[in-house]
């Protein structure tokens, strides 16, 4: 199984696929705890050709090597895919995190024309996300979310690149990048930070660099909101 092979050093690729007739929807749920307790550093990679949607946690305890995280929907590029991870704890024990909502285009831009439920490209809501190394708390993975909005949206314009509402995200010395776009119709704002009841989002590293940028659409709308 999963952890099994994470376990022995193995990369794990969970990919729906490319022929939607014979992998059905294209979309991954994760409904099961995932923890990678021994071995040496892997990478554990999640590709859907629509959505990916988090709902169990994942990571590597303390006596276990790094573990790497990567999340990439809409890998058949027709525009439909989205990550969300909601109510979990990512924990990487050093090994970084990558979350792209959509198909890795030119210039590494990621596009998504119709997020369907998830409201966002990347959408991280009630949830922990920390690299930090167990044996080493001063070293940490890198961190980075990207979500691109193309095309028209149903009103009102409520659908973000990145939205991250209540989630922490920790990474001592690793760099942590958010960028966003929301360049559409009906579309709002490229990166919005916000508040879910008592949890205040937090993006916190002792060493890295914290870089967030994003672009709307129109004036009503911000690139990147707090």
Do not use: H
Request: hydrophobic share 40%; charged share 10%.
């Amino acid at each position: 199984d999963i952890n099994t092979a994470l376990n022995a050093g193995t990369n794990v690729i969970l990919d729906t696929g490319n022929d939607q007739a014979l992998q059905g929807s294209g979309n991954i749920f994760v409904l099961a705890d995932i923890l990678k307790s021994t071995g040496g550093s892997a990478t554990l990679s999640f590709r859907a050709t629509n959505n990916i949607d988090v709902r169990a946690s994942i990571g590597a305890s303390a006596a276990a090597g790094p573990l790497n995280l990567s999340f990439l929907s809409d890998t058949d590029g027709n525009g439909v895919g989205g990550v969300s991870i909601s109510g979990v704890t990512l924990q990487s024990n050093g090994g970084s995190v990558s979350i792209a909502g959509g198909f890795a285009g030119a210039a590494g831009a990621f596009f998504v024309t119709d997020p369907i439920s998830l409201s966002s490209s990347v959408r991280l809501v009630s949830s922990l996300i920390d690299t930090r190394s167990a044996a080493n708390p001063a070293v940490g993975g890198a961190f980075t979310a990207r979500g691109t909005l193309l095309g028209a949206f149903p009103a009102p314009p409520d659908a973000i690149g990145v939205f991250i509402s209540g989630t922490r995200v920790l990474t001592s010395s690793g760099p942590i990048q958010i960028a966003g776009i929301a360049n559409g119709a009906n579309t709002g704002d490229g990166v919005l930070l916000a508040v879910n009841g008592e949890n205040q989002p937090l993006l916190q590293t002792t060493s890295g660099q914290i870089t967030i940028s994003g672009s709307a659409a129109t004036a009503f709308n911000a690139g990147v909101r707090f």
